[in-house]
């Protein structure tokens, strides 16, 4: 099953507003997890990432949250603007007797309006 | 530019109809990996490869084949295309140290519609 989720598939805020964006995992020993930006006709760019022994990473407007207690992810966006239009996505490293895999959510939409 | 480069970026084919996607990444990655992006179902991993001649099934195998002769290459086959592989195809190269724990590039996708 999905072991990467998002709580909204969309989202829609006012320019200048601050957007929350959250992701749930299941694995507790997962170690990274990385954020990604789809734009339409494209293929997802990297955003930000964050690894296991952190809580907190901040980047350009962006800021990554990790709350391993219950395995909780979160991307805000400070002063969202209309080029943040988009299809944001979660995704987890989940290593196993297998070998390791990316493992990715089904995405959220951002609509940001002026 | 460090890029991951799909062609072609559009293809409307028939069914049966053996084709290739090719995939090429300029930045000396180890990794690299195909997925499917489908409304309601995101990304989904068809094959990776952690280096050349190494390749592992992913997620959705079925109806795929992947080559990894060079570093820089990594095409993806289907044999004989069914409308049930109409996708938008997705492939990401990244480098292999650390774990994996980097980020992934992601070429611009193809459309594939089989008829």
């Known amino acids: 099953g999905e072991s990467v989720g998002l709580h909204l598939p969309t989202l829609s805020v006012q320019e200048g507003d601050n957007s929350i964006i959250n992701c749930a995992y299941s694995?507790?020993?997962?170690?990274?997890f990385i954020w990604y930006k789809q734009e339409s006709g494209k293929g997802p760019q990297f955003i930000i990432d964050i690894r296991s022994n952190m809580d907190k990473r901040q980047g350009q407007r962006v800021t990554v949250l990790l709350n391993k207690t219950v395995k909780h992810l979160s991307l805000q966006i400070a002063a969202t603007q209309p080029g943040d239009s988009a299809v944001y996505f979660c995704?987890?490293?989940?290593?196993?007797?297998?070998?390791?895999?990316?493992?990715f959510g089904k995405g959220t939409t951002l609509s940001v309006s002026s | 530019e460090a890029q991951v480069t799909q062609n072609p970026r559009y293809l409307i084919t028939v069914t049966g109809k053996k084709l290739t996607v090719t995939c090429s990444q300029n930045?000396?990655?180890?990794?690299m990996s195909w997925y499917r992006q489908d409304p309601g179902l995101g990304l989904r991993q068809i094959y990776y490869s952690m280096n050349v001649e190494v390749t592992d099934k992913g997620d959705v195998p079925e109806g795929y084949k992947v080559s990894r002769k060079e570093k820089r290459n990594f095409p993806l086959i289907l044999e004989s295309p069914s409308p049930n592989q109409t996708s938008l195809y997705f492939c990401a190269s990244q480098t292999s140290g650390q774990g994996l724990s980097q980020p992934q590039h992601f070429g611009d996708g193809t459309r594939l519609s089989i008829l």
């Open positions: 995704a987890e490293i989940l290593r196993g007797q297998a070998g390791t895999a990316l493992i």
């Open positions: 930045m000396n990655h180890e990794y």
């Open positions: 694995n507790s020993a997962s170690d990274y």
